[in-house]
């Protein structure tokens, strides 16, 4: 079965910094990586996945992540944070086998520091 | 129309009302989810339906019941629940899970208490 690991459920960081967020993921079979958002009192939201093809996926709201085999890692990064990305940030792993199953990760709540 | 729509938003029951979860996708999507988040805990995975059928029932206490009536709308009937049930519930529609986009579309959520 897939999983997914997130450590640190609070991140800060300080208005025009690097977001990093560290995502794992472990799974027998090539597996689809997803990140999702959810802003306060508001569903879900993806922000980018990767399937195939280019390792580096950009999403929306100008982050991006990079698909690591080696390292079994998604991690999300964005170049300069701002404070309308303070948000909850989930990681999820799907499989390859016809169906829609994510395993999420325990997410990181971003808080934004002026 | 929002692409999925979770109506209450919040609800407060007593641990032997019945209260019923809906939720409407106007996405045209063929598979709809219900999840169960809480704090400081991964999304649970409660049920899966596609083409209406249930396909998935992640070992959910029967106090819980749902319902999928047709492919836009989704309910989850409550009744008996225990204060631990007390989180949010996201309801979510996907295209056909054999395509397997991966991609989820979520409303809201309903934020449950039981008191």
């Known amino acids: 079965a897939q999983s997914v690991t997130q450590l640190g459920s609070h991140v800060s960081v300080s208005e025009g910094a690097l977001v990093l967020l560290r995502c794992n993921y472990s799974?027998?079979?090539?597996?689809?990586l997803f990140w999702y958002v959810q802003y306060p009192n508001q569903g879900l939201q993806l922000l980018l996945k990767?399937?195939?093809?280019?390792?580096l996926v950009k999403g929306i709201n100008g982050f991006e992540a990079e698909f690591k085999k080696s390292e079994t890692s998604f991690h999300l990064t964005k170049p300069s944070a701002h404070m309308s990305d303070a948000a909850e940030y989930f990681c999820?792993?799907?499989?390859?086998?016809?169906?829609?199953?994510?395993?999420f990760g325990k997410g990181n709540q971003v808080v934004v520091i002026p | 129309e929002t692409g999925v729509t979770q109506t209450p938003r919040h609800l407060v029951m007593g641990m032997t009302n019945k209260k019923s979860l809906k939720c409407e996708q106007h996405?045209?999507?063929?598979?709809m989810y219900w999840y169960k988040q809480s704090a400081k805990k991964p999304l649970e995975l409660m049920f899966v339906?596609?083409?209406?059928?249930?396909?998935e029932n992640n070992s959910v206490p029967s106090r819980f019941s749902p319902e999928c009536p047709n492919s836009s709308h989704l309910f989850l009937h409550l009744h008996t629940l225990q204060p631990e049930d007390s989180a949010l519930y996201l309801c979510?529609?996907?295209?056909?899970?054999?395509?397997?986009?991966?991609?989820?579309?979520f409303g809201e959520g309903s934020r449950l208490t039981v008191l």
């Open positions: 979510a529609s996907s295209q056909d899970p054999r395509e397997n986009t991966g991609e989820l579309f």
């Open positions: 799974s027998s079979v090539p597996p689809y």
């Open positions: 990767y399937t195939t093809g280019a390792t």
């Open positions: 999820a792993v799907s499989d390859r086998h016809g169906n829609n199953r994510l395993a």
């Open positions: 996405l045209g999507h063929n598979a």
């Open positions: 339906y596609s083409l209406e059928e249930r396909v």
